[in-house]
């Protein structure tokens, strides 16, 4: 089945960064648009930034010009490179297709920003 596993959170200070990865299995990864979102504690799950097959990139306002997102169609793995984090941007982050799929969100990885 498919399956996304995300890694890479963890606590930054403010103006720090954090690499984000996702790992996919069970899908046809080359040929699938994909997507990074993000949910904060009592708030919707949110889009942040998507892919698509041939590398075009598409980003949420909020994060454009300090986040970047990549894909690696040999490994199936997509990442999100963060630069410049606040603490707005504290969230679970999780991959999925973009646009998702219910079926196919992960366990997700916590990114802290806090000082």
């Known amino acids: 089945q498919v399956q996304f596993m995300e890694s890479g959170g963890g606590l930054v200070q403010p103006g720090g960064s954090l690499r984000l990865s996702c790992a996919a299995s069970?899908?046809?990864?080359?040929?699938?648009?994909m997507g990074w979102y993000r949910q904060a504690p009592g708030k919707q799950r949110e889009f942040v930034a998507m892919?698509?097959?041939?590398?075009?990139?598409v980003y949420a306002d909020s994060v454009k010009g300090r986040f970047a997102i990549s894909r690696d169609n040999a490994k199936n793995t997509v990442q999100l490179e963060m630069n410049s984090l606040a603490p707005d941007d504290t969230a679970a982050y999780y991959c999925?297709?973009?646009?998702?799929?219910?079926?196919?969100w992960g366990q997700g990885t916590q990114v802290t920003v806090s000082s």
């Open positions: 069970g899908i046809n990864f080359r040929i699938v648009p």
């Open positions: 999925n297709t973009w646009p998702e799929n219910f079926h196919y």
């Open positions: 892919i698509s097959p041939g590398f075009t990139t």
